[in-house]
């Protein structure tokens, strides 16, 4: 089955749409790494994200604040953190009360440099059919979508 013909499957009534909605988030989001793997020469999208948001992320740019950030666990965020420790993207440096922040290096912004103009092609490619107006109004709509995300996981505490 093609997308196509998932989208005009779900397309009866609102409860299957939401279903296809909630389905294509985790859809695209394995569509674009694997796009966006192609893209990266020393490391993986997934482990590109990291220094990207950390660069985003007020002090203190510790493993829990970024997690949050990325919506990861600080375990996996430590994984990742590791392993662009080893191929020198970041410096991992233990504060007090056990707490570990994260450094960038300056092979981030070299690396940034060196892949920057495939990331923005990617981009111009990946919204090449939207206009202003559409970018604003979906941009907006993931605003409301982690609302929704954050009522979820109340949801979800209250059950246990």
């Known amino acids: 089955?093609?997308?196509?013909?998932l989208f005009e499957e779900y397309d009866c009534n609102t409860e299957h749409r939401v279903q296809a909605i909630f389905s294509c988030i985790f859809i695209l989001q394995n569509c674009m790494q694997t796009a966006g793997e192609k893209l990266q020469t020393e490391i993986s999208l997934k482990q590109w994200?990291?220094?990207?948001?950390?660069?985003?992320?007020?002090?203190?740019?510790?493993?829990?604040n970024i997690g949050n950030l990325m919506g990861c666990s600080r375990q996996n965020i430590k994984k990742l953190a590791l392993t662009l420790e080893k191929k020198g993207f970041v410096r991992l440096l233990l504060e007090g009360n056990n707490s570990v922040r994260i450094e960038l290096t300056d092979k981030v912004g070299q690396y940034a440099e060196e892949i920057g103009e495939r990331h923005s092609q990617f981009l111009k490619?990946?919204?090449?059919?939207?206009n202003k107006d559409e970018i604003d109004l979906l941009f907006r709509l993931y605003v409301k979508l982690f609302a929704g995300i954050g009522r979820g996981e109340k949801?979800?505490?209250?059950l246990g």
Not at 49 to 64: S, V
Not at 125 to 130: A, C, E, G, H, K
Not at 155 to 158: I, L, N, P, T
């Open 49 to 64: 994200l990291l220094p990207a948001i950390t660069a985003c992320c007020p002090e203190p740019r510790t493993l829990t």
């Open 125 to 130: 490619l990946l919204f090449t059919d939207f």
């Open 155 to 158: 949801y979800a505490e209250k």
């Open 1 to 5: 089955m093609k997308m196509d013909e």
